[in-house]
T-cell receptor, first 114, second 114 residues
Framework: NAGVTQTPKFRILKIGQSMTLQCAQD?????MYWYRQDPGMGLKLIYY???????DKGEVPNGYNVSRSTTEDFPLRLELAAPSQTSVYFC?????????????FGNGTRLTVT | GDSVTQMEGPVTLSEEAFLTINCTYT??????LFWYVQYPGEGLQLLLK?????DKGSNKGFEATYRKETTSFHLEKGSVQVSDSAVYFC?????????????FGTGTRLTIIP
């Protein structure tokens, strides 16, 4: 059981480049999330999705886009990379909304924009 | 808005020492409280939770009690092991709002020395 798989693990981008962070889960979870973790800070929610075809903004969505064409995949797109987007990105999923459904996290993608 | 404040790290202890990691929160309603743990090279995983005042969450020898009067959810363990070395995150969710409203603390890095 792979759980939540994120690729790549590490990436260095130049300012203005674009890239897609991949996230896939094999648990048939409806709810998926993207967080970023900056040094010395807690996780901040970027975007989330409650099911295929449905996405919504979180706390810090600027500079990012997402899509959810299937239940399994929830890619995060950076169109014009900026140094402020240097961070560790975590994808997470859960089976249902509510406190009794813990989040399952991927291992993270460490992104550096120079 | 909601916020979570954790004790500053890093924390270094000897094996079998007693552990306390402080966590206090600010919330408008009656939140649920969580501790997540991130082992080296892995994503976050739920360690324990409490959904109402005076509840005690416990798992793997760790405990935390939901104290409404002091707005606290301190993590404790009586005898730590080297395998407990990780980063610990306190988090809250507004009751009824689900995982998209999770607010995380900044994390506390714990290192246990043999």
């Amino acid at each position: 059981n792979a759980g939540v798989t994120q690729t790549p693990k590490f990436r260095i981008l130049k300012i203005g480049q674009s890239m897609t962070l991949q996230c896939a889960q094999d648990m048939n979870h409806n709810y998926m999330y993207w967080y970023r973790q900056d040094p010395g800070m807690g996780l901040k929610l970027i975007y989330y999705s409650v099911g295929a075809g449905i996405t919504d903004k979180g706390e810090v969505p600027n500079g990012y886009n997402v899509s959810r064409s299937t239940t399994e995949d929830f890619p995060l797109r950076l169109e014009l990379a900026a140094p402020s987007q240097t961070s560790v990105y975590f994808c997470a999923s859960t089976v249902a909304q509510g406190d009794n459904s813990p989040l399952h996290f991927g291992n993270g993608t460490r992104l550096t924009v120079t | 808005g909601d916020s979570v404040t954790q004790m500053e790290g890093p924390v270094t202890l000897s094996e079998e020492a007693f552990l306390t990691i402080n966590c206090t929160y600010t919330a408008t309603g009656y939140p649920s409280l969580f501790w997540y743990v991130q082992y080296p090279g892995e994503g976050l995983q739920l360690l324990l939770k409490a959904t109402k005042a005076d509840d005690k969450g416990s798992n793997k020898g760790f405990e935390a009690t939901y104290r409404k009067e002091t707005t606290s959810f301190h993590l404790e363990k009586g005898s730590v092991q080297v395998s407990d070395s990780a980063v610990y995150f306190c988090a809250l969710s507004d009751q009824g709002f689900g995982n998209e409203k999770l607010t995380f603390g900044t994390g506390t890095r714990l290192t246990i020395i043999p």
